[in-house]
């Protein structure tokens, strides 16, 4: 890898924090401006990076180093820069480099750019004939007097081809593989290793069988509702820990299962509590579902969760050594889902691109410390 081109970032909000990843992997960041800071105070550090955060003002110190507004007030950064004595050359605007999101790859995917004239900056796209005064405060006023062009994508084709009811209310399983049975069967597949020695699982054994194989040596049933020893079936209950054993099982595989118990953080500790030191619990949730009324009169339907609320649950846990969390989804997968669309029916390439902001399903293993740690 060739030497990082050095670069000073200017704003730290919502911008930075989508294009963070990239930034630190092309250039190296010197500092960071920010208004917070006032004049002549002492340095920050920015607490992600380390890399110290001061006001504007020491650019000037910076003579060289290119300068990346990473804000949407991209009018008021620029004029507040050559206040100072930036030159022009020296300043790169954020939302043009990608990542984009939807607005910005409205904005520079067909043509479009950013071009200084004056003391203004304004949107420039020779393919559409435009040429528009940006608000120094705001780029995302552009919205507005892009609604007339093609630029814009109107909802009203995509909104009359929805129907108001699903296709299958059942979240698809009348049709075929439900779409968040695709990506919780893409988790275990993935830790197939883990599946071994004595294995637990929540209501029946099918994933025990499908991704276990010969690494497990006894495999036992966990049921809310009743035991069967000729099933090495046995009744328990997460949150209360009635009927669940202790410090016996190697692995749990708990799918779909905690939005239905209302006491989370009781279950948690008892999911960890029946695992051997140095165990595993490999579990997914729901972030986006429909509600079955069956299930939410039988069981009650609580929660839904994001990586972080995962995440939070087990770690807080003193016995655990780590969580290590994943995201399935994107907003067409969703729509397939809560529609009752199957897994089948939808394009793979399509299933398997993941966008962390649609969190269909979000899978963890969660490994509890060794003996010796404990």
């Given at each position: ?10 704003g730290r ?26 004049p002549g ?99 995302e006023g ?233």
């Open positions: 890898m060739g030497k990082k081109e050095k670069a000073i970032l200017f909000g919502m911008v930075y924090q989508r294009k963070k990843k990239e930034l630190q992997e092309k250039y190296d960041v010197v500092m960071f401006l920010d208004n917070a800071v006032a105070q002492c340095p920050q550090k920015e607490g992600e990076t380390g890399i110290r955060v001061e006001n504007p003002a020491a650019v000037c110190s910076y003579p060289d180093i290119p300068v990346i507004l990473l804000s949407y007030a991209v009018g008021d950064m620029y004029r507040q820069l050559k206040g100072l004595g930036v030159c022009e050359d020296r300043i790169l605007f954020g939302p043009m480099l990608e990542p984009y999101n939807a607005f910005e790859r409205m904005l520079f995917t067909d043509g479009g750019q950013l071009a200084v004239e004056g003391e203004d900056i304004f949107y420039r796209n020779e393919k559409w004939g435009l040429l528009l005064r940006t608000d120094p405060s705001n780029l552009l919205v507005h007097a892009l609604k007339d062009t093609g630029l814009y994508q109107s909802a009203g084709q995509i909104l009359r081809a929805l129907p108001l009811r699903p296709l299958d209310d059942t979240y698809g399983m009348n049709r075929g593989t439900p779409v968040d049975r695709y990506y919780i069967e893409r988790f275990l597949e993935g830790r197939r290793s883990l599946i071994q020695g004595r294995v637990m699982e929540v209501g029946d054994r099918r994933y025990t069988l499908q991704f276990g194989g010969d690494r497990v040596k006894e495999s036992v049933v966990l049921h809310v509702e009743g035991e069967d020893p000729q099933k090495n079936q046995i009744k328990g209950n997460f949150a209360t820990g009635e009927g669940l054993p202790q410090e016996e099982i190697d692995c749990l595989v708990c799918t779909q299962t905690l939005p239905f118990i209302y006491d989370l953080h009781a279950a948690a500790d008892h999911m960890v509590k029946i695992l051997k030191p140095g165990g595993c619990a490999l579990v997914t949730v729901a972030g986006i579902s429909q509600i079955i009324q069956y299930e939410k009169i039988h069981y009650g339907h609580f929660w839904g969760f994001t990586d972080m609320s995962l995440r939070e649950l087990f770690a807080q846990n003193p016995a655990v050594e780590s969580v290590a969390v994943e995201t399935y989804g994107n907003v067409k997968a969703a729509c397939g889902f809560l529609y009752g669309i199957s897994s089948e029916e939808m394009d793979k390439g399509e299933l398997d691109f993941l966008d962390p902001d649609y969190q269909l399903i979000i899978a963890a293993v969660v490994k509890k410390k060794g003996m010796g740690a404990l």
